[in-house]
Every structure is written in C-alpha cells, then in structure tokens.
T-cell receptor, first 118, second 113 residues
Framework: AQKITQTQPGMFVQEKEAVTLDCTYDTSDQSYGLFWYKQPSSGEMIFLIYQGSYDEQNATEGRYSLNFQKARKSANLVISASQLGDSAMYFC???????????????FGSGTRLLVRP | SQTIHQWPATLVQPVGSPLSLECTVE??????LYWYRQAAGRGLQLLFY??????ISSEVPQNLSASRPQDRQFILSSKKLLLSDSGFYLC????????????FGAGTRLSVL
C-alpha cells in the first residue's frame, strides 16, 4: 500500500537558518511524483515544490529544495534562510502512478508544524 | 490565469441538516477535480475525485456525496449532516497538461453542532 510518513510533528528553527523537514514514502509504482505543500494558519494549501521519480536532479524553487534519495525512498524538504513567514504546517504528498482513469490522486503525510523563531 | 473558488469559507450547521459546498475553477477546461477533508491537526484525506462531467469516484464510504454538473463545477453534498462530518474541506484541481500538480482552494471550515 502506498504511504507517506512524516516523523516530525513539530520543528523549531532560528530565523535565517536552514531547516530540513523529513518525508519517507512507500510505493510499488515505478513512476510517481512527490510534492510539498505549505499550510499557513489560514488553511489554504500552497504548492511549494515537485519532484518526479525519474528526475535525476533534485528540484529547487527559490529557497526550497527537495533532497530526493530514491533508494532510501525519502524526499526531504530543505528551507534555506528561514523567515518568520515560513511558520506553518508542511505536508509531503505523493502522486501515484498512472491509473486507467487518469485520476492522479495524492496521498498526504500527517504534516510537520514549523515554527521560526526571531 | 487559472483560479479556484470555494465557498462558503465558514459554515455552522445543526446535526441532520443538509449540506452543499461549491467549488468552481476558472481559466481552464476539463480539469481533474478533488474534494479532501482535513480533521483538526491531521493530514488530508481524499473523499471524491472527478475526471470529467458526471464522473464521480468515491474514495471512502461516508455520509457525503459529490456531483459535477458542469466541467468546472464540483459540489459536495449531504442530505443529513453528522457530528463526525465536522472538519476542513478543501477542493483542488489538476490541469490536464502539467506536472500533475494539484492546486487548492481556500477551504471551508464546517462545524456540525
């Protein structure tokens, strides 16, 4: 069964420092995608970064990078130079492989609450 | 540009009352549409998805139903709400041509009392 695991319920980081949020996954699909979303207190889910299972290079989007280790089945999010506005819940998600109905469903982890200290 | 609208933002309903949450997407055609529910402090659980008009797939048995009467409209309904239906409901869409990224609406916070 496909599964996403986020083992850190909460994390603290000092402003301007880097932080790594852990994510491991389990799937039998050869083709899949990994995502990170940010959920501030307002509740909206904001897409941050995407990594395809066949992408050879780690994805980067501004201050966000995804440390993709396929053999370990991990997809950790690295936030560099943390800002106060980065305080939020962060969810790792996996898109399952192609299905007959082209549903491209996402499976979410339980999330990590990040608090950036001034 | 594409946008997703979800309303209402907050809803308080008595047990046994009906429910209708609406989600519409602008600026795209034939998107995949999804309804998720998030319990307090938890991750998202997929409830329904739709790959086309009138096509609804349910992920978990429950008190809710979904419909897609138009290409860019997705409705979540219930005939009689239960206390356990309380939660945060999020609608999402996926473009046909993209990296399979799902984009979310602002969500509806439902309290059933």
């Amino acid at each position: 069964a496909q599964k996403i695991t986020q083992t850190q319920p909460g994390m603290f980081v000092q402003e301007k420092e880097a932080v790594t949020l852990d994510c491991t996954y389990d799937t039998s699909d050869q083709s899949y995608g990994l995502f990170w979303y940010k959920q501030p207190s307002s509740g909206e889910m904001i897409f941050l970064i995407y990594q395809g299972s066949y992408d050879e290079q780690n994805a980067t989007e501004g201050r966000y990078s995804l440390n993709f280790q396929k053999a370990r089945k991990s997809a950790n999010l690295v936030i560099s130079a943390s800002q106060l506005g980065d305080s939020a819940m962060y969810f790792c998600a996996m898109r399952e492989g192609l299905r007959v109905d082209s549903s491209y469903k996402l499976i979410f982890g339980s999330g990590t609450r990040l608090l950036v200290r001034p | 540009s594409q946008t997703i609208h979800q309303w209402p933002a907050t809803l308080v309903q008595p047990v046994g009352s009906p429910l209708s949450l609406e989600c519409t997407v602008e600026g795209t055609s034939n998107p995949n549409l999804y309804w998720y529910r998030q319990a307090a402090g938890r991750g998202l659980q997929l409830l329904f998805y739709s790959v086309g008009i009138g096509q609804i797939s349910s992920e978990v048995p429950q008190n809710l139903s979904a419909s897609r009467p138009q290409d860019r409209q997705f409705i979540l309904s219930s005939k009689k709400l239960l206390l356990s239906d309380s939660g945060f409901y999020l609608c999402a869409w996926r473009p046909q041509l993209a990296k399979n990224i799902q984009y979310f609406g602002a969500g509806t916070r439902l309290s059933v009392l």
